[in-house]
Structure formats: C-alpha cells, structure tokens
C-alpha cells in the first residue's frame, strides 16, 4: 500500500515537472512575441494540471518550478529577465501566493472525488449485501415452506394451513384463508375450501 501511494505521488511530480516544461517551451516558442509581458501566462494551467493530478504537492512543486524558470532560469532562454523591478518581484509573489492556493483547491476536489468514489462502493457494497441477505432469507423461507408440504403430504390425519385475515381498520381477524391441505383434509373439507386461496367465509 505504501509502495502503491508512493507510485502515485512520483507519478504527480512527475506530471508537474513535464508541466512547466511544456509551459515554458510554449511560451518561448510560440509566445516569444510577448517579450517580457505576461511572463506567467502559460504557468497557471501547468500547476492546474499538476494539483489535478498529483494533488497539493505536484501543484506546489510547479509553482517552484515556474516560479524558478521565471525568476532565475530566464536570462538562458530570453534576452533579458522576466524580473527586474519591484512590480516584477510583486507579480512573482502574486503568482507563487496564487500557486498555493490553485494547489489547495485541486487537492481539495481530488479529496471529493475519493470521498465519493469510496462512498460510492460503500453504498453498492451495503446494497449488495441487503440483497444477498433478502436473497437467503427468501431461500430459507421456500425450503421451510417445502419441509411442512414434505410433512403434511406423508401425513396421514387431515391438515390444513391456513393465513388470517385481519381487518385493515380495527385489527382484528374476519376470515381465514387457506394456505395448503394435505389430500386428507382435502377428502375431508372439500376441495372447495381446500383449494389455495379459498376463505372460510365462502363456504
């Protein structure tokens, strides 16, 4: 489990390092026509993608990264820095205060998302078993069933089963209905009344 986590967290490193590396590459190839305007633009999806990704850290290791190919790495790849006043250095603060929080609120809704997965499976797991559990309760109610008809049909004095029927208003009981006979009783009371279904007050 811990070797599964750690996997996964090198993989979101992973994705906001070649992140920035795309954001850098596109802003000085296909951006170059800027200058130094707009120096973070292409850095904010990368840590957005990142803190998707990998959650807080990945989205924090791409702000640093940003913030460093930005601050200090520049002067390799543009003819001059990105920073150089005090407005400059404000706007870095800015983008590094704006990282965080994008890596906050991604890391955030990955949390939902895996709260909601797991109470997802939760609910299928308890449906499951609520099913599995009406399943056997319904199966131990047939073999019982089988087990009196097995008993009622060996035996030889007349039986009947029969099922009240109680009142819907006041509770209490106005019929019986027949629920199985044995062929003694059958001989006995009838077919009539002996047949399922049939009540006692039809007769």
């Not at 190919?69 to 800015?94: C, K, M, N, R």
Request: aromatic content about 8%; hydrophobic content about 50%.
């Amino acid at each position: 489990m811990g070797w599964g986590g750690s996997g996964v967290r090198w993989r979101g490193y992973g994705v906001a390092t070649l992140a920035v590396a795309v954001a850098v590459a596109v802003r000085v190839v296909l951006l170059g026509a800027l200058g130094t305007r707009s120096p973070w633009l292409t850095f904010y999806p990368a840590v957005m993608i990142a803190g998707l990704y990998g959650g807080f850290g990945a989205g924090l290791l791409a702000t640093i990264l940003a913030w460093l190919a930005i601050v200090v790495g520049w002067p390799i790849f543009g003819d001059q820095p990105f920073v150089t006043a005090s407005a400059d250095w404000l706007s870095a603060s800015v983008f590094a205060l704006n990282g965080v929080l994008i890596s906050g609120i991604t890391e955030a809704m990955r949390r939902a998302r895996a709260r909601a997965r797991r109470a997802e499976k939760e609910a299928l797991a308890a449906s499951l078993a609520e099913t599995e559990l009406i399943a056997r309760d319904a199966s131990e109610r047939i073999e019982a069933e089988r087990r009196i008809k097995e008993y009622l049909d060996i035996a030889v004095d007349p039986l009947t089963v029969s099922r009240a029927i109680r009142d819907t208003d006041t509770g209490e009981i106005v019929d019986f209905e027949s629920v199985y006979s044995n062929d003694p009783a059958t001989q006995l009371v009838g077919a009539s009344f002996a047949a399922v279904g049939s009540r006692l007050s039809a007769q």
